[in-house]
């Protein structure tokens, strides 16, 4: 079945070490996004990318960086996580001229020790 | 700037009733879209729900079914008969197409009690 795959599911990381989390897709969307989801709160977007064309949100820390090497791919790189980076991190796809609806896949829980 | 907002933090509802879950939003936009999506516990988000903001009918999925209300920037969810498997949270989100991004509401937490 065509799917989002996020790996990995759960993540430990140290405060001030790098994390990457990636994300891999199916569907052969052409747009691709990163959320970050705090405990029963909104999906908050961190970046989209609409084929190559990076957008980043105004609030997004710098701390966060991301990287869409094909069309398949998207990652997520927090460079020095801190402990308030700790939550679930949510890839989705949607494709352009299509519904527009989002899927999703499982996310990555990061907890930063 | 779109703004999406769900006034009901938490609802419940007893096995086989009807519930609804409201959500308003604020635009300028003539073309949009907007949408339910459902998150159990621990789980994947999954969209319950479509609809197309030019479409005078309201979308229905089974025992799901919205009144969407274009003139008054309204847009509920109504389930029926709900079962235990509709314990979740759920999001109503707002897209247009001209930025690519969805607006999502603060989530609404339906619990069902057998």
């Known amino acids: 079945d065509a799917m989002v795959i996020q790996n990995p599911r759960y993540q430990v990381t140290q405060f001030g070490k790098p994390v990457t989390l990636s994300c891999s897709q199916t569907?052969?969307?052409?747009?691709m996004y990163w959320y970050q989801q705090k405990s029963s709160q909104a999906p908050k977007l961190l970046f989209h990318?609409?084929?190559?064309?990076?957008?980043n949100e105004a609030d997004t820390p710098d701390n966060f960086q991301s990287r869409r090497p094909n069309t398949s791919f998207c990652f997520l790189d927090i460079r020095s996580p801190g402990l308030g980076d700790a939550a679930m991190y949510l890839c989705?796809?949607?494709?352009f001229g299509g519904g527009y609806e989002q899927y999703f896949g499982p996310g990555t829980r990061l907890t930063v020790t | 700037a779109q703004t999406v907002t769900q006034s009901q933090p938490e609802m419940s509802v007893q096995e086989a009733e009807t519930v609804t879950l409201s959500c308003t939003y604020d635009t300028s936009e003539s073309d949009y879209y907007l949408f339910w999506y459902k998150q159990p516990p621990s789980r994947q988000m999954i969209l319950v729900i479509r609809?197309?903001?030019?479409?005078?009918q309201n979308a229905t999925e089974n025992r799901f079914s919205v009144n969407f209300q274009k003139a008054a920037k309204s847009f509920s969810l109504k389930i029926s008969d709900s079962q235990l498997g509709d314990a979740a949270m759920y999001f109503c989100?707002?897209?247009?197409?001209?930025?690519?991004?969805?607006?999502f509401g603060t989530g609404t937490r339906l619990k069902v009690l057998a």
């Open positions: 989100a707002f897209f247009t197409s001209g930025t690519y991004k969805y607006i």
């Open positions: 990318y609409y084929d190559k064309d990076f957008n």
């Open positions: 609809q197309e903001a030019y479409k005078q």
């Open positions: 989705a796809t949607t494709r």
């Open positions: 569907l052969n969307h052409n747009v």
